[in-house]
């Protein structure tokens, strides 16, 4: 059954990684699906911390498709450090994190069809970080709080707006063991099919009562508190 058959999504940072298989897993299920990155491929190659690639890009999927049913924000912002990350690098993360994403569901609102669905990638880092993540971090923070705002201002227009945070993925679909594996309560890290699910399911109608929400796909890890000596993790000292 193809539940996206004859739909129009829309999948930034598509062309590797959680971004990849999000486009792979809704082709399968039958829709059409156009993306923008900045490394090869064969939609739409171009940076989009600027504007004018954002208002080409959407100018191309307008003119060729007429409308968009499903917008992914999934482009990654730089992660750097208080200590190295300059003036422009910070700025650089927010236009990819924040910006772009708010730029084209503003350049798009004329042209969700009825029931459009945005769903946001944030991450597990919009509630904890690691030192020398400044970058990172704001720029998911900053997606997470757009979503509900836009839910808001586009729920009247028939449009949902939600943003997923995902926890430990490895884009390789490595398995892990022991410590790694262990710290989460589900017992192993992510892959990319656990992001992909959930963005299918969002974008879907079995979550047309699910608006402006952030779910946290992280296995657990974000929920569990580890002291030295718990599950397998020793402090070096």
Same mark, same amino acid.
């Given at each position: 059954?193809?539940?996206?058959?004859?739909?129009?999504?829309?999948?930034?940072? &598509?062309? /590797? %990684?959680?971004?990849?298989?999000?486009?792979?897993?809704?082709?399968?299920?039958?829709?059409?699906?156009? *993306?923008?990155?900045?490394?090869?491929?064969? *939609?739409? +190659?171009?940076?989009?911390?600027?504007?004018?690639? $954002?208002?080409?890009?959407?100018?191309?999927? +307008?003119?060729?498709? %007429?409308? +968009?049913?499903?917008?992914?924000?999934?482009?990654?912002?730089?992660?750097?450090?208080?200590?190295? *990350?300059?003036?422009?690098?910070?700025?650089?993360?927010?236009?990819? &994190?924040?910006?772009?994403?708010?730029?084209?569901?503003?350049?798009?609102?004329?042209?969700?069809?009825?029931?459009?669905?945005?769903?946001?990638?944030?991450?597990?880092?919009?509630?904890?970080?690691?030192?020398?993540?400044?970058?990172?971090?704001?720029?998911?923070?900053?997606?997470?709080?757009?979503? /509900?705002? $836009?839910? +808001?201002?586009?729920?009247?227009?028939?449009?949902?707006?939600?943003?997923?945070?995902?926890?430990?993925?490895?884009?390789?679909?490595?398995?892990?063991? %022991?410590?790694?594996?262990?710290? /989460?309560?589900?017992?192993?890290? &992510?892959?990319?099919?656990?992001?992909?699910?959930?963005?299918?399911?969002?974008?879907?109608?079995?979550?047309?009562?699910?608006?402006?929400?952030?779910? *946290?796909?992280?296995? &657990?890890?974000?929920?569990?508190?580890?002291?030295?000596?718990?599950?397998?993790?020793?402090?070096?000292?």
């Amino acid at each position: 059954m193809v539940h996206f058959a004859k739909k129009i999504v829309v999948v930034t940072g &598509g062309a /590797h %990684g959680i971004g990849a298989t999000i486009v792979e897993e809704f082709e399968k299920e039958g829709a059409t699906v156009i *993306c923008v990155d900045v490394r090869p491929n064969a *939609c739409f +190659v171009g940076d989009i911390s600027k504007k004018d690639v $954002l208002e080409k890009f959407a100018k191309v999927v +307008v003119e060729k498709h %007429g409308h +968009v049913d499903v917008l992914v924000n999934n482009a990654i912002p730089l992660m750097k450090g208080i200590d190295e *990350c300059s003036y422009e690098d910070f700025s650089y993360a927010l236009a990819v &994190g924040v910006t772009a994403p708010f730029y084209l569901a503003k350049l798009f609102a004329p042209y969700f069809a009825p029931g459009a669905s945005i769903i946001n990638i944030s991450s597990s880092r919009d509630r904890m970080s690691q030192p020398q993540t400044e970058s990172y971090t704001a720029a998911k923070g900053g997606i997470a709080a757009l979503t /509900h705002a $836009l839910s +808001v201002s586009l729920g009247p227009r028939g449009v949902r707006v939600n943003s997923i945070s995902p926890g430990w993925i490895d884009t390789d679909f490595k398995e892990y063991r %022991g410590p790694d594996a262990e710290q /989460h309560p589900a017992g192993r890290v &992510g892959n990319p099919l656990d992001i992909a699910n959930m963005v299918l399911y969002l974008a879907s109608e079995k979550a047309s009562f699910i608006t402006g929400e952030n779910i *946290c796909v992280d296995g &657990g890890m974000t929920r569990q508190m580890i002291y030295h000596n718990d599950c397998n993790w020793v402090l070096n000292q």
